[in-house]
């Protein structure tokens, strides 16, 4: 089936140690977008990509950065992980204005 | 700018008894309206969501929900839940652009 995948799925880190998490789609869909979402929290949008036009939110933090090398993947790169940045990580897909979600990746900051 | 707001952090209720989860927005433009679901652990499922058309819409699961333009209001409901509902909804809504605005989440918790 069609849909948006996230690896992994759990990630421990290192504190300041670089970490990538990776998103991939067989949907096709335009616009994909990473979101950090903490406990008890709505999601968080960090940035997102209109096909390779690159929107970054004004709150995100330097240390976030991401890459996207074709339609069907993109990367959320965070240079120097501290502890506040133990999360779940989204990612997501849309065409029309309604996104598909992955699965997330729950990122432990040690 | 859009904003979404979910009076109810917490809806405690009953298996088999009805339930309203409260979503208001506030936009300057014609907006796109979404209701998600997440379990624990999992990314968000798309429950349901109103484009245009039909202002009652209904989802997955056997929600639904009724876009109330002069309200400003995107209320889900669900005649009769199951301890499987359990989970947290989110109300979003697509404004100008192409972002997302969540509210704050509602932890639907059904109790035996």
């Known amino acids: 089936d069609a849909m948006v995948i996230q690896n992994p799925r759990y990630q421990v880190t290192q504190f300041g140690k670089p970490v990538t998490l990776s998103c991939s789609q067989t949907l096709n869909h335009n616009v994909m977008y990473w979101y950090q979402q903490k406990s008890s929290q709505a999601p968080k949008l960090l940035f997102h990509?209109?096909?390779?036009?690159?929107?970054n939110e004004a709150d995100t933090p330097d240390n976030f950065q991401s890459r996207r090398p074709n339609t069907s993947f993109c990367f959320l790169d965070i240079r120097s992980p501290g502890l506040g940045d133990a999360a779940m990580y989204l990612c997501?897909?849309?065409?029309?204005?309604?996104?598909?979600f992955g699965q997330g990746t729950r990122l432990t900051v040690v | 700018a859009q904003s979404v707001t979910q009076l109810d952090s917490q809806v405690p209720v009953f298996e088999e008894a009805p339930v309203e989860l409260r979503c208001n927005y506030s936009s300057s433009v014609s907006v796109y309206l979404f209701w998600y679901v997440q379990y624990p652990n999992q990314g968000l499922q798309l429950l349901l969501k109103y484009l245009s058309g039909s202002t009652l819409v209904k989802g997955i699961n056997g929600f639904e929900a009724e876009f109330n333009k002069s309200q400003t209001s995107f209320h889900l409901r669900k005649p009769s839940v199951h301890i499987s509902d359990t989970a947290e909804y989110f109300c979003?809504?697509?404004?100008?652009?192409?972002?997302?605005?969540f509210g704050t989440g509602t932890q639907l918790k059904v109790e035996l």
């Open positions: 990509y209109y096909d390779k036009d690159f929107n």
């Open positions: 979003a809504v697509v404004g100008g652009g192409n972002k997302l605005t």
């Open positions: 997501a897909t849309s065409r029309d204005g309604s996104e598909q």
